[in-house]
């Protein structure tokens, strides 16, 4: 199945953000706009964290056993979330979240098997590594200062 067309665009921004190591940034907007949507999201809330959590884990180094267009895919899916500005403009009530919400879902459909294989690995670690791997910590300096480590 092809990439939604408002995706797409999104897909060399990614690739750029994730040069600039600028993905904590990106991790920390979309904890805020998670947060701050609420009910809303409804299910997409859960994939938005399961999202967020092989993000947070990928950037830590700790889960790597993702394609690198995996990767751009579910990052530039987090930025058309974060983008007020897409195809049905957020500030529309009742309509504004519809088309972040099905991009999103596109994401997670389309990289079902690399988000299976996540899943899997999460079941195997150990609650208290796993707590600190997908902790997001009080601001995006304090993620990038994690990695230099």
């Known amino acids: 199945m092809k990439a939604p067309w408002n995706l797409i665009r999104y897909l060399p921004m ?3 953000l994730m ?3 600028r993905l904590p940034a990106l991790l920390f907007a979309v904890a805020g706009k998670t947060a701050s949507e609420g009910g809303r999201l409804g299910k997409i809330k859960d ?3 399961l999202l967020q959590s092989l993000c947070l884990a990928y950037w830590r180094g700790e889960y790597r056993a993702i394609s690198g267009k995996a990767i751009l895919s ?3 899916g987090l930025m058309y979330f974060l983008s007020p500005l897409d195809a049905i403009p957020d500030w529309i009530p009742g309509l504004g979240m519809l ?3 099905a991009v999103l879902a596109w994401v997670m459909k389309h990289l079902e098997a690399e988000l299976s294989a996540f899943r899997a690995w999460r079941e195997l670690q ?4 796993l707590a600190v791997v997908e902790r997001l910590p009080a601001t995006p ?4 200062h994690e990695k230099k480590i």
């Open 14 to 16: 990614a690739k750029r």
């Open 19 to 21: 040069a600039a190591g």
């Open 47 to 49: 994939d938005l964290k």
């Open 74 to 76: 579910i990052v530039a």
């Open 99 to 101: 088309d972040d919400i």
């Open 126 to 129: 150990n609650p208290e590594k």
């Open 141 to 144: 300096v304090l993620l990038e």
